[in-house]
């Protein structure tokens, strides 16, 4: 294809999450577990993200893991408790389709349908996105250049779906201190070079939670309409990356200073 992406071109429709327009009231918060453990888990945590200003819970309920012994998620089980937390709660839900196998039992719960970072380049899957009908959060590969990116988010706009959401989670680079690196400067270039909306996944990037508040203001700071938070209120118990998983009380800060930031960003315009 030749020319200017359609990711690229100006004045794409804004993206309607809950009734109103991403980043038409400050950036949103999208919160919860990394992955569905229970029924009570989930409600429990779904609960506290809420009163504190989420606008949709996340968790997972396929797991794609490094290792093949690992917690792998509870399937389908997951993705009923993930209705009960919306009928209880009144969150919306935003959940991994794992695979083009899993994927319509995905998309009849979540409200919105994340593609994961290793599955960026995988193109039937983002075909399949395009056909949703769905908001779709697309994460960036942990090493893939933002041109490979957008045309990774073209494989779903193409397919007609224009409601993406481009999530910045963090590069592999030779640091230690960090599970990834997150790269600031990547939303600023995105910004510039499309209107689709920028979430930060400061979690992942971190890979340990007392990083992960910093970093969202950080996010803020140059301009992101949102942050992709996991939030766990026993992170060790946690089946899954507890040790990024900040407690709710200081997901309560996180939000408003994120919300601070946004505002002294957008005075200073």
Do not use: W
């Amino acid at each position: 294809m030749a020319g200017r992406l359609l990711v690229e071109e100006p004045g794409l429709a804004p993206i309607l999450l809950g009734g109103r327009a991403i980043g038409s009231e400050g950036p949103i918060f999208i919160a919860g577990p990394c992955a569905i453990e229970s029924e009570e888990q989930a409600i429990r945590i779904a609960r506290r993200v809420k009163a504190a200003g989420a606008i949709a819970f996340r968790g997972g309920a396929f797991k794609p893991r490094t290792s093949p012994y690992s917690f792998q998620g509870l399937g389908e089980r997951g993705l009923a408790i993930l209705e009960v937390v919306r009928r209880e709660t009144g969150l919306l839900i935003c959940t991994e389709a794992l695979d083009v196998d899993c994927f319509d039992a995905v998309r009849r719960v979540a409200d919105i349908v994340q593609i994961g970072s290793r599955n960026m380049s995988h193109s039937s899957l983002l075909k399949r996105a395009g056909r949703c009908g769905k908001p779709v959060l697309l994460k960036r590969g942990f090493a893939a250049t933002l041109d490979e990116f957008l045309h990774a988010a073209e494989y779903v706009v193409a397919g007609g779906n224009r409601d993406v959401m481009l999530c910045e989670r963090g590069i592999r680079t030779f640091c230690s201190h960090s599970r990834n690196t997150l790269d600031l400067q990547a939303v600023l270039a995105l910004r510039a070079r499309t209107s689709l909306p920028v979430i930060v996944d400061p979690s992942h990037a971190a890979g340990r939670r007392s990083d992960v508040l910093p970093l969202s203001c950080a996010a803020a700071a140059v301009g992101a309409e949102g942050v992709l938070v996991e939030v766990h209120d026993r992170p060790d118990e946690a089946l899954c990356d507890g040790d990024q998983a900040i407690l709710p009380e200081t997901f309560v800060e996180l939000v408003d200073r994120v919300r601070l930031v946004s505002k002294l960003r957008c005075a200073g315009r």
